[in-house]
C-alpha cells in the first residue's frame, strides 16, 4: 500500500489538503479538502472523500452545517474530479464560503 499526504497553500487564507491511498496502483482511499481560513481557524469549505464506503462531496453551507451528495464513480475517478475542482474553482468557493460565513 503507497500512501500519499500533504497540504498546498492555494492563495492567501485557502489551501488544499489532499490524502489517498493505492494498492496496485488503484486508489482505494482518499481525501482531497478545500479549507479557508475563518477567523483565524482553518474550516472545511468542500471535501471530496470516501467515508461511508462510498464516494462522496460534502458542500459545507456552515462550520457545523454540510450538504452530502453520493458520487456513483470509482475512487480514483473522484479524485481527480475533486483535484480539478478544487483547482479551477477554489476562489469561488472561498469567496461563497466567506461571504455567508462572516455576518
Known amino acids: 500500500m503507497a500512501i500519499v499526504e500533504y497540504a498546498r497553500a492555494l492563495g492567501e487564507g485557502a489551501r488544499k489538503r489532499h490524502y ?3 494498492r496496485r496502483s488503484a486508489v482505494v482511499v482518499f481525501v482531497v479538502q478545500l479549507e479557508v481560513e ?12 470516501m467515508a461511508h464506503g462510498q ?3 460534502d458542500v459545507y453551507d456552515t ?3 454540510k450538504r452530502k451528495q453520493f458520487l456513483d464513480l470509482p475512487p480514483g475517478e473522484v479524485m481527480t ?3 480539478e475542482d478544487i483547482r479551477d474553482n477554489w476562489e469561488q468557493y472561498q469567496a461563497e464560503y466567506l461571504r455567508r ?3
Do not use: C, F, Q, S
Not at 475563518?38 to 472523500?49: A, H, S
Open 20 to 22: 489517498h491511498e493505492t
Open 63 to 65: 462550520p457545523k452545517r
Open 101 to 103: 460565513n462572516m455576518r
Open 81 to 83: 474530479l475533486a483535484e
Open 55 to 57: 464516494a462522496h462531496i
Open 38 to 49: 475563518l477567523r483565524g481557524v482553518w474550516v472545511p469549505v468542500i471535501r471530496y472523500d
